[in-house]
């Protein structure tokens, strides 16, 4: 008998939004992955911020995805956020910028299981920038569901 696993995920607004009824590869690849969110044991995080970032963006199909977490008691608000610091002196203007818009989702999945699902490769891009910064991206599992619609997390 196969042993389910749970984790605490965090998914970026870019999957949200992203997550819709029709076929084009995006939309069906990112609500996929929350369909199977939704149906495997996992749970996500919704912080202040990320719900803020999810009701800015919700689309129609992500709105009932969410509907249902809630309804099925899976998404947890309650998380002792992990501060990060960012040595701004070893990192760009711009990387900074995207570091700083997605720091959120990097101090949620510190707190959660270090998993962030993400279409989003900014954020991915200029934390691998730096060396003072390429840890905290090794740090996390990043999971994009155009690239790896089926949801593998051990």
Do not use: F
Request: proline share 3%.
């Amino acid at each position: 008998m196969m042993v389910k696993t749970t984790k605490l995920l965090v998914v970026d607004t870019s999957v949200i939004r992203a997550a819709g009824e029709t076929n084009h590869p995006v939309s069906s690849s990112c609500r996929g992955i929350l369909d199977q969110i939704l149906k495997i044991c996992h749970r996500v995080v919704v912080t202040d911020s990320i719900r803020a970032e999810w009701i800015r963006h919700l689309s129609r199909y992500s709105r009932k995805w969410w509907r249902s977490m809630a309804a099925h008691h899976k998404a947890t608000e309650k998380i002792e956020l992990i501060p990060v610091i960012i040595n701004e002196t070893d990192v760009t203007e711009s990387d900074l910028a995207a570091i700083k818009k997605d720091l959120h989702l990097i101090e949620a999945a510190l707190a959660a299981d270090k998993i962030i699902i993400t279409h989003d490769l900014a954020l991915q891009k200029s934390l691998g920038s730096s060396k003072n910064t390429v840890e905290l991206l090794n740090s996390i599992t990043w999971i994009d569901p155009v690239t790896q619609p089926i949801l593998k997390i051990k």
